[in-house]
């Protein structure tokens, strides 16, 4: 089988990316001017005249010494099933990588180790060199992502749920919230919560220059959305009114049955619902109190979180998300993600990202610093993939050490200066 590097269109790119098993958003064309300071290039992998694999390659020279560093974000975009495909394309690559002064190329595909265990060694047949199968937010990508089957009806979605958060999904329908696509010119309002998020989360954030270039670059094939869950003071005031006259209603309803003669056990029962709904009340009028000040203050507007939803094929991602501090017992995350699941499904999309998680789970018995979020997405009915993780095809041996042993040095000194300035924070 004769395998060759072809020139391709950007369309003939993404035809092959969105309608690949493989395929991922950060391997579509327009995903190039996301990325700042990196050159790009496409090509295509043909099999005796058959285009069976396509790629992204973002290229960064190195200075003084000319050569370039070559990153497939989670591609190429393949049959991985086809381990002599697999072959032939890594050869194909190597000749990539030599005609353009690459000294290595990395590679991290999302596939799933449990099902291609001969995968890893057909890489190392071809003398790529995998980097292992830690958990931890240690590579390039995650190793682990949140995936929830979407491909089916709403309500066999929802009911894949866990209980409590099918009951916050139905709460947050309620309480006088609206979660809805918004414009470019809204993003600044996206980009204010990640900064809130950012910091109390303990995550380096990405600033509103690189959220608009996200959104430009893949809204041009309409690849992303960006959703906001705002909170309407006119809105909720006029929705905790009329949950004040139910609660009314309800307490005359129960006060009615104890006039009558029933069991000590049925007594203590209404007792119990009735301390339930004067809680409820005083919820809702210190709601109606807040919100009458926000109006008095002419705040039309708040925006409770915000997610940039991408696409790529059959598939969707929840790749930027944010909350604010404010009202997060009106469950407004638990809003927005279901807001964006319908939509995916309208779509047509069969899955649903809710992106990565370090794999740590409760059964390990290790702290987690981001255990959250694995507590949170595995709550809609999600299952972990865990994925084969990253390999480099190296060129230069020793231009590859040097540039690692230089990165790790880097990373060694970063991470002792966030250590170091925690733990200033901690004795101030």
Request: proline residues 2%; aromatic residues 10%; hydrophobic residues 35%.
């Amino acid at each position: 089988m004769n395998y060759k590097l072809v020139e391709i269109t950007p369309q003939e790119h993404d035809d092959f990316v969105k309608s690949c098993k493989y395929g991922e958003v950060t391997q579509l064309y327009n995903w190039q001017y996301v990325k700042k300071n990196w050159q790009a290039l496409n090509i295509g992998v043909q099999r005796d005249g058959d285009l069976i694999a396509v790629a992204l390659i973002l290229l960064k020279k190195l200075p003084v010494v000319g050569k370039n560093l070559a990153y497939i974000a989670k591609g190429p975009a393949m049959d991985y099933d086809n381990l002599e495909d697999v072959k032939g394309v890594i050869s194909a690559l190597k000749q990539f990588c030599k005609e353009h002064k690459c000294f290595s190329m990395k590679m991290d595909p999302v596939v799933d180790i449990n099902t291609h265990r001969e995968l890893l060694d057909t890489i190392n047949i071809m003398g790529a060199k995998h980097q292992g199968l830690e958990k931890g937010f240690l590579y390039t990508q995650p190793r682990y992502y949140m995936i929830c089957d979407i491909d089916k009806d709403e309500k066999e979605v929802l009911n894949s749920f866990q209980p409590r958060t099918r009951s916050l999904v139905k709460k947050s329908m309620k309480n006088g919230l609206i979660c809805e696509k918004c414009g470019r010119d809204e993003l600044p309002k996206f980009a204010e919560i990640m900064k809130i998020t950012g910091e109390r989360d303990e995550f380096t954030n990405r600033d509103l220059d690189y959220f608009e270039r996200v959104y430009d670059s893949l809204s041009k094939t309409d690849d992303v959305d960006l959703y906001l869950t705002k909170l309407i003071p006119e809105d909720v005031e006029a929705f905790y009114k009329n949950e004040l006259k139910d609660i009314e209603s309800s307490r005359n309803r129960i006060n009615k049955k104890l006039e009558k003669e029933v069991s000590e056990s049925k007594k203590a029962n209404f007792t119990n619902e009735l301390e339930v709904l004067d809680n409820r009340e005083k919820r809702a009028k210190d709601l109606i109190s807040q919100m009458e000040e926000h109006k008095k203050n002419k705040v039309t507007e708040i925006v409770l979180s915000g997610a940039l939803l991408t696409f790529c094929g059959e598939k969707a991602y929840y790749l930027y998300g944010a909350s604010s501090n404010d009202y997060r017992d009106l469950s407004p995350n638990y809003l927005m993600q279901w807001t964006m699941m319908r939509e995916a499904m309208s779509r047509g999309c069969t899955s649903y990202d809710f992106g990565g998680v370090t794999g740590f789970t409760p059964e390990d018995k290790v702290y987690d610093h981001d255990g959250g979020l694995y507590e949170f997405k595995k709550r809609f009915g999600t299952y972990m993939l865990e994925t084969i993780g990253e390999f480099d095809i190296v060129i230069d041996s020793l231009m590859y050490k040097m540039f690692n042993t230089a990165l790790n040095l880097r990373k060694s000194h970063l991470q002792a200066k966030k250590k170091k300035n925690h733990k200033r924070e901690n004795n101030q």
